[in-house]
C-alpha cells in the first residue's frame, strides 16, 4: 500500500501527495512510527528543524538506506528553517545542520517556516521578554532570505525550495524577485480552513500546494488547553457532514478529509505516530468521493483557523505575523 499519487512541480519534481507528518513526536515515538510508516508505504516524510526529531528521523532513514530497504530518490524529504533561525546570514549553516541530522547529502524541499522572525536563547528556545512576551524581531527581509535559498538549490542541496505560512501579498514580493520561484506552499488546510483565494493564487502562479493540520490538529488543541487557552475547537473527525460521507463508503472520517484534499489538487502530511492510524492515513486511494460529496465538503468552510499561534503570546505584534483568522491580511 504505496501512496503512488504525485503532486508534480513547475521544476519537473514529484512530490508523493501523502506523507507523514512529524510535529508533536519525540525522538522515540518518531523512530518507532517511521519505521512503521516506511514499512506501510510512506515515502514522503515532512519535518522541521523546531520539531527537534531530525536527528531521530535521520537515524530511521540511514537503516533504512544502508540495509537497501529504499533507495535515496524513492524518498521524499521536506525540512523548514526555523522562524528564530531565518536572517539570511543564518540560512546555510542552519540548513546545514538539518542535513547532518538527516545524514542526507540532500533534501527534496527546504521551506521557509514562517514569514516572521523571532529571537531565540542560547539553547533555541524562543525569547521572551519580562511580561512574557514573545520578542519578535521586525527586520525580517523575505527577499534577501530568498536569495540564500536560492543558493541551496544551485548547491545542490535541495532540489526544490518554498515557503510556508506566507499570505499572498508576501509570495508575490518573492516572486517579483526572485532567480528561482518558489515550487510549494505549506499551509494550514482542511474543511474548516480551506483559503480557497490562497489557493487559487497558488494554483494561477504554479506553485503546488501542501495542507498540513489535514485533521485538526488536536495535538495544537492539547497543547493551547494546557497552556490556559480556553476556546471550543471542534473535532473534525465529528462533524455529521464527514461522517456520513465515511459511512457512505465504509471509510474513517479521517481517509475521508484526507481524500477530499488531495481531491482537491492538494499534497497533505497528517501526523500519527500509531501504526494502525498511520496505516489507515494511507489507505485513501481504493474509494473516490462523488462529486457531490466534494462539494458538501467545500460549503463546510468557516475560516476557522485552529493552529493560531496564540501560545505564543505577543508573536502577533511582528509586522509580518500570518496566523489570523483573516488569512490574506
Ligand atoms: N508548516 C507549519 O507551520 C506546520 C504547522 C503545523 C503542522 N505542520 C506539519 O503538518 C503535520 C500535520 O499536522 P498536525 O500534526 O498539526 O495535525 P493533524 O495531522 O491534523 O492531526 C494529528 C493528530 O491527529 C491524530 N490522528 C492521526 N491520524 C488519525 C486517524 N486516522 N484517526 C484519528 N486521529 C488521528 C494524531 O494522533 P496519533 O499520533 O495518536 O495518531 C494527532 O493527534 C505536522 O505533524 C507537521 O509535520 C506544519
Not at 501523502?18 to 510535529?23: A, K, M, N, S, V
Amino acid at each position: 500500500m504505496a501512496c503512488n499519487k504525485f503532486l508534480t512541480f513547475y521544476n519537473g519534481e514529484k512530490m508523493p501527495v501523502l506523507g507523514i507528518g512529524t510535529w508533536q513526536a519525540s525522538d522515540e515515538e518518531i523512530e518507532t512510527a517511521l519505521e512503521a510508516a516506511l514499512e506501510a508505504g510512506y515515502r514522503h516524510i515532512d519535518t522541521a528543524l523546531r520539531y527537534g526529531n531530525e536527528g531521530a528521523i535521520g537515524k530511521v532513514l540511514k537503516r533504512w538506506l544502508d540495509a537497501g530497504k529504499v533507495k535515496r530518490e524513492e524518498l521524499y524529504i521536506v525540512t523548514k528553517l526555523p522562524l528564530t533561525l531565518n536572517r539570511p546570514h543564518e540560512v546555510e549553516s542552519t540548513f546545514k545542520k538539518s542535513l547532518g541530522l538527516l545524514q542526507l547529502d540532500y533534501v527534496d524541499l527546504y521551506l521557509i517556516h514562517t514569514p516572521f522572525t523571532v529571537f531565540a536563547n542560547e539553547d533555541g528556545s524562543i525569547k521572551k521578554d519580562k511580561d512574557g512576551l514573545v520578542m519578535v524581531d521586525p527586520t525580517t527581509d523575505h527577499v534577501a532570505t530568498w536569495a540564500e535559498m536560492e543558493k541551496l538549490v544551485e548547491k545542490g542541496w535541495t532540489k526544490s525550495i518554498g515557503l510556508s505560512n506566507f499570505n499572498i501579498k508576501q509570495i508575490q514580493r518573492v516572486l517579483n524577485n526572485c532567480k528561482i520561484r518558489p515550487a510549494n506552499l505549506q499551509i494550514e488546510h482542511h474543511v474548516y480552513l480551506q483559503q480557497r483565494d490562497l489557493i487559487d493564487f497558488c494554483k494561477a502562479e504554479n506553485i503546488a500546494v501542501t495542507a498540513f493540520s489535514p485533521l485538526g490538529t488536536r495535538g495544537y488543541v492539547n497543547l493551547s488547553a494546557k497552556s490556559g487557552i480556553t476556546r471550543e475547537v471542534p473535532n473534525l473527525m465529528e462533524i455529521p457532514e464527514v461522517k456520513e460521507i465515511a459511512a457512505a463508503h465504509g471509510k474513517t472520517p479521517a481517509q475521508v478529509l484526507l481524500r477530499w484534499i488531495i481531491d482537491t489538487g492538494l499534497s497533505t502530511i497528517p501526523k500519527s505516530t500509531n501504526p494502525a492510524r498511520l496505516r489507515q492515513n494511507l489507505d485513501i486511494f481504493d474509494f473516490e468521493l462523488t462529486k457531490e460529496e466534494v462539494n458538501r465538503l467545500l460549503a463546510l468552510d468557516r475560516n476557522f483557523r485552529i493552529c493560531d499561534l496564540a501560545i505564543f503570546h505577543g508573536i502577533e505584534r511582528h509586522p509580518e505575523f500570518t496566523f489570523k483568522n483573516q488569512y490574506t491580511n
